[in-house]
């Protein structure tokens, strides 16, 4: 499997933006796809994650009611629409799959065997 993160960029406190995660190679309804990010001397923490299914939906705290996880089958494109960004969600996000599908385990990154590359998202204040 491989990731193509994208839809990164510049955005004022209060506006929007859409990560896109396009996957290649098979996907497979128990993987878990999910969304960590990491900013500047901090370590990488998980957003939010997904069963390829559709099921089992989990969010970190911080975005909750802000950020929703999605995905389009046709397209193995996973999605993370974020609104009401803050500055403090400033990272580079991270789109990664768990081919296990451990789910109980869902919130740790050394859960993932495969991860994209980063796409960088700034908001201003």
């Known amino acids: 499997v491989q990731l193509q993160a994208s839809g990164g960029g510049l955005v004022q406190a209060g506006g929007s933006l859409r990560l896109s995660c396009a996957a290649s190679?098979?996907?497979?309804?128990?993987?878990?796809m999910a969304w960590f990010r990491q900013a500047p001397g901090k370590e990488r923490e998980f957003v939010c994650a997904m069963r390829w299914s559709g099921g089992f939906i989990r969010y970190t705290d911080s975005v909750k009611g802000r950020f929703t996880i999605s995905r389009d089958n046709a397209l193995s494109t996973v999605y993370l629409r974020m609104i009401s960004l803050k500055p403090e969600d400033t990272a580079t996000y991270y789109c990664a799959v768990d081919s296990d599908g451990s789910w109980y385990h869902a919130t740790i990154q050394y859960t993932y065997d495969y991860w994209g590359q980063g796409t960088q998202v700034t908001v201003s204040s």
């Open positions: 190679g098979r996907i497979l309804n128990n993987f878990v």
